[in-house]
């Protein structure tokens, strides 16, 4: 069974431009969160959708990011424009089940953004 | 957001067990205990997780003291491959969870 996976795996952007990154959970996982490392910081929630919709967006830092989960599988997060302080690595994870006590989130490799 | 405390390092040998101590005095009585690890270059991965009994997997033993103010994490014999940062995470909420990271303890294995 393939794991989470993100693409691509690093990207070098100028200061002003747009970068998208795509996460595409394990196969049949209604959630899907998004996390980030930024520099010397500890890693930080963005965000979590439970199929197609936004349950719970408390942690994007600001209206530069949108995170979209067309069709309820694969997820993109945008930032538009990047600012140097976005770079950092950027997590997806999925789960089956979050109503389950049991419940555990599987990350992916993650994205490595410089913004130059 | 529930705190968690774990000292910064650790170190051990190869094949010996290694007891990752994690301090959560501000647990409430629906938070679950979730031990997440960060190899080199991975992403996080889920290690184990329990409410107030001990637990075992196949990669660990989570023992959780009766207050629940504490908990350790025990890998019974560590391997080179183990070398990595252990976060001790308490899942508040329902399924509305997030997963709060604090700085873990970074473990590293010696030959």
């Known amino acids: 069974e393939a794991g989470v996976t993100q693409f691509p795996s690093h990207s070098v952007i100028e200061k002003g431009q747009t970068v998208t990154l795509r996460c595409d959970p394990i196969?049949?996982?209604?959630?899907l969160y998004w996390y980030r490392r930024v520099m010397g910081k500890e890693i930080k929630f963005l965000l979590h959708?439970?199929?197609?919709?936004?349950?719970?967006e408390s942690g994007m830092p600001n209206n530069r990011f949108l995170a979209e989960r067309t069709g309820g599988t694969y997820s993109t997060l945008k930032v538009q424009p990047a600012e140097l302080e976005d770079s950092g690595v950027y997590f997806c994870?999925?789960?089956?089940?979050?109503?389950?006590?049991?419940?555990?989130?599987?990350f992916g490799p993650g994205t490595r953004l410089t913004v130059l | 957001d529930a705190k968690t405390t774990q000292p910064n390092s650790m170190e051990s040998n190869e094949e010996e067990p290694v007891h990752l101590p994690c301090n959560h005095s501000t647990i409430s009585g629906t938070d679950y205990i979730h031990w997440y690890r960060q190899l080199p270059s991975q992403g996080p991965e889920y290690v184990i997780h329990?409410?107030?009994s001990n637990v075992n997997n196949r990669m660990a033993s989570l023992a959780i003291a009766e207050d629940r103010k504490s908990s350790t994490l025990i890998l019974h014999r560590a391997t080179l491959r183990d070398a990595a940062v252990y976060y001790c995470i308490l899942r508040v909420g329902g399924s509305n969870y997030k997963l709060t990271f604090g700085k873990g303890t970074l473990l590293t294995v010696n030959p």
């Open positions: 196969s049949g996982h209604d959630n």
């Open positions: 959708f439970v199929k197609e919709s936004k349950q719970d």
């Open positions: 994870a999925s789960s089956l089940a979050a109503d389950s006590s049991t419940d555990t989130q599987y």
């Open positions: 329990g409410l107030t």
